[in-house]
């Protein structure tokens, strides 16, 4: 997936806008990180991503899924844009943005969806 692509399924959650988290291209919704590019490795921090879940995605696709020892006690991964698949971003964003957003967004978007 290109950097281009990420950015498309990124903002298409409702409320996500473009910031900046460290200093990095990141995305907000309301005023909390969704999520941030790594330029030093391209890959996105992912959030809300058990510890277990993590082991399982670092061990069965390691081209794409990792973690620094600055992410290893936190729920989270580190995933490679150029070789992560735009379905498995969408549901992994989905999931934080869940948590994030405001509860009637969520009614809207479950009843969009059907």
Do not use: C, N
């Not at 409320?15 to 909390?32: C, D, H, I, N, R």
């Not at 790594?38 to 921090?45: F, T």
């Not at 020892?69 to 735009?86: C, G, N, Q, S, W």
């Not at 934080?96 to 957003?101: G, I, S, V």
């Amino acid at each position: 997936m290109t950097v281009d692509e990420m950015r498309r399924i990124v903002l298409g959650f409702p409320g996500a806008v473009e910031g900046t988290s460290y200093g990095q291209p990141a995305f907000l919704v309301g005023k909390t990180l969704f999520t941030r590019l790594r330029r030093e490795d391209q890959s996105l921090v992912l959030m809300e991503v058990p510890f277990d879940e993590r082991e399982m995605l670092i061990e069965a696709e390691p081209a794409t899924f990792h973690v620094t020892a600055h992410y290893k006690d936190y729920p989270a991964v580190l995933a490679r844009i150029d070789t992560l698949h735009p379905g498995s971003l969408h549901a992994f964003l989905e999931r934080r943005w869940r948590k994030l957003a405001p509860k009637t967004a969520v009614r809207a978007w479950d009843a969009a969806k059907g």
